[in-house]
């Protein structure tokens, strides 16, 4: 029976895609006059739409109302104001890292809308936050120079109220970004190198000198970038050639660890900057010094950590090319980026190792589509034309598999990104013995829920990751990608599942690219049970409305337990089952070596 809530949430989300018909719009119109909680839902909902880019149409109506409604109830003090988004972050963080925390298992579209609303209010705020006149940089502060400094790279990063800036993009002068998750890697004309982790609160002021107001950072000056400086709420840092690393904490006192080389430290004094000789403290390799108190600093020596510098961020999938359809979005995988053992390498597609699809289980419900095309393989031969008027009003068109241009096995080989096996079965905990993967009539055991893939070649356990798994994701759901489990084929001492419950390239980053839209192929009565009722069911193909983009993780064969330069036949994935959605891999490879 359909709650007042998830009939809402349907209607809804029809209406914002422009799929609600005359009746369904009286229908939204009786549910919301009758229910008061649900009718205050509408303006936030509409605003996180707009707000996201996902309504076809936009009406400003109401919209400045709405802004200035919201801007009034902004806090006037930028510090408390971050400060407070911060700490809800820690909050959130340690929640979710709490080894027996209890999720419910709820509607995840009730989680939507408030997940929705929450980033739509947290990104609207920042927006006004910081395009506030009162927040502009004063005259000059600045200078005439063009912002030269770069992102160079990216490591699961989000920041407040924004996507995370493309590669190799240049940091505008004085514009505050708020890393709330991940790292980046930034780098300066004069050569210097910074490593900043979140939580932190940062802007480049100019060319060679960057505002840490909190969080962590490590710098690396080679010769020819001294000079380099960093400025903190109680102290001035300049760096004469050296590898040093510094942290501002939530009360301002700052913390630098100097690992090789010199750093000249200068404590505020009543609050301002003052770099004169006689305020400069010299730290050399293996020194430390806290500074407590940014109007009156106090120093003291601190225990040097060698292990507080961060010299690369992690290995991981970096990015991805892709060509282009018609419309403009991404069709087929061109190359993938990674960084392995530190290295940062790319892989054209055809030096990836194809994997083939051996065993598939959906869940014991009917899932919502078992395979996912482009429109170039939607229609075997002897299918109806999407096109043709007969289907015109239907949205769907018959498609049988046998003898046709689709092969179940193959999708997740093909380097589309519009075709996949979607929607495998799963399990809430992840395996701790070998798969099934077979029918037995006689017991009744349908085999175990998930899906198999079996690599054309072995693929070699290497430094960092060793596969690349790609999923499509919906911008409305859950930016982090769907989570999932990956075990070996065959289990033996010392092997393990891993869980994955982040994306390397997720809808927070600008390099997870925007698809053009793929046919879904939905099963009417039969639930797939097996690559084979995969290969034999008849399906109806239908285009999506969805926006979607391609979401991709890397894989550590290490994770798994393989010892380095082990090679490894194939990999079993299950869904981790936290809601009513499934994976929808679309491409899977691995990693020759290096």
């Known amino acids: ?163 995370s800036p493309k590669l190799h993009s240049s940091i ?49 000056a080679p010769p020819g970038a001294e000079g380099f400086r960093i400025d903190t709420p109680g102290s001035t840092v300049v760096d004469r050639g050296t590898r040093f690393s510094l942290k501002v904490n939530d009360s301002n006192e700052t913390e630098i660890h100097v690992v090789e080389g010199i750093a000249d430290v200068y404590p505020a004094v009543d609050g301002k900057p003052e770099t004169s000789p006689s305020n400069e403290i010299r730290l050399t390799e293996k020194q430390a010094l806290l500074l407590r108190d940014s109007l009156h600093p106090v120093t003291t020596a601190a225990t040097f950590d060698a292990s507080k510098y961060r010299k690369q961020l992690p290995d991981r999938i970096v990015s991805y090319r892709a060509s282009s359809a018609d419309d403009g979005y991404a069709e087929d995988l061109a190359d993938v980026t990674v960084q392995r053992g530190g290295e940062v390498i790319t892989y054209p597609v055809d030096k990836l190792i194809r994997a083939d699809v051996v065993w598939f289980k959906a869940a014991d419900e009917l899932s919502s589509g078992y395979m996912m095309t482009g429109p170039k393989t939607a229609s075997p031969a002897g299918a109806a034309d999407p096109n043709d008027p007969a289907c015109a009003t239907r949205y769907d068109y018959l498609l049988t598999t ?54 054309r070649q072995p693929v070699t356990n290497g430094p960092g990751p060793d596969v690349v798994f790609f999923e499509v994701q919906p911008v409305i759901y859950p930016p982090e990608g769907d ?8 289990f033996r001492e010392g092997l393990r599942s891993r869980t994955i419950r982040n994306y390397d390239l997720n809808l927070h980053s600008s390099e997870a690219l925007r698809i053009t839209a793929p046919y879904v192929h939905f099963s009417e009565n039969k639930v797939a049970n097996s690559l084979e009722d995969l290969d034999s069911m008849k399906l109806l193909a239908r285009p999506t409305k969805l926006v979607y983009r391609a979401v991709a993780v890397g894989i550590d064969l290490s994770d798994l337990g393989y010892a380095q330069g082990e090679k490894v036949d194939g990999l079993f994935f299950q869904d981790m089952m936290d809601d009513r959605f499934q994976i929808d891999p679309v491409f899977i490879g691995g990693l020759p070596p290096n």
């Open 172 to 220: 505008p002068y004085d514009k505050e970004y708020t890393l709330i998750a991940g790292m980046m890697e930034l780098k300066f004309p004069n050569g210097a190198e910074a490593i900043l982790e979140s939580p932190a609160v940062f802007r480049v002021k100019e060319n060679d000198v960057l505002v840490m107001d909190t969080g962590t950072c490590s710098v690396h």
């Open 483 to 490: 989570p999932f489990h990956v075990s070996p084929l065959k």
């Open 1 to 163: 029976m359909e709650s007042e809530q998830q009939r809402f949430e349907r209607l809804w989300t029809d209406y914002l895609e422009g799929d609600l018909d005359e009746q369904g719009v009286a229908e939204l119109r009786e549910l919301l006059a009758e229910n008061e909680e649900l009718a205050a839902q509408v303006a936030p909902l509409y605003q996180t739409h707009r707000l996201l880019g996902y309504l076809y149409k936009e009406s400003d109506e109401g919209s400045e109302r709405f802004v200035k409604a919201l801007r009034e109830r902004l806090p006037k003090d930028g510090v408390s104001f971050t400060s407070e988004v911060l700490r809800k972050q820690r909050e959130l963080v340690s929640l979710e890292r709490a080894p027996h925390a209890m999720k419910p298992r709820g509607s995840r579209g009730l989680r939507l809308v408030v997940t929705g609303l929450a980033a739509a209010c947290v990104t609207l705020a920042a927006l006004l936050f910081w395009r506030n006149p009162a927040r502009e940089a004063p005259a000059g502060t600045a200078g005439t120079a063009v912002p030269e400094v770069r992102v160079v790279r990216l490591a699961h990063a989000r920041f407040f109220g924004e996507l």
């Open 402 to 455: 046998p003898g046709g241009s689709v092969s179940p096995a193959s999708l997740l080989a093909d380097p589309s990104l519009l075709t996949g096996v979607i929607n495998p079965g799963g399990s809430a905990t992840p395996l701790t013995g070998d798969p099934v993967m077979f029918r037995n009539p006689a017991t009744g055991d349908d085999g175990t829920p998930g899906l198999a893939i079996r690599f």
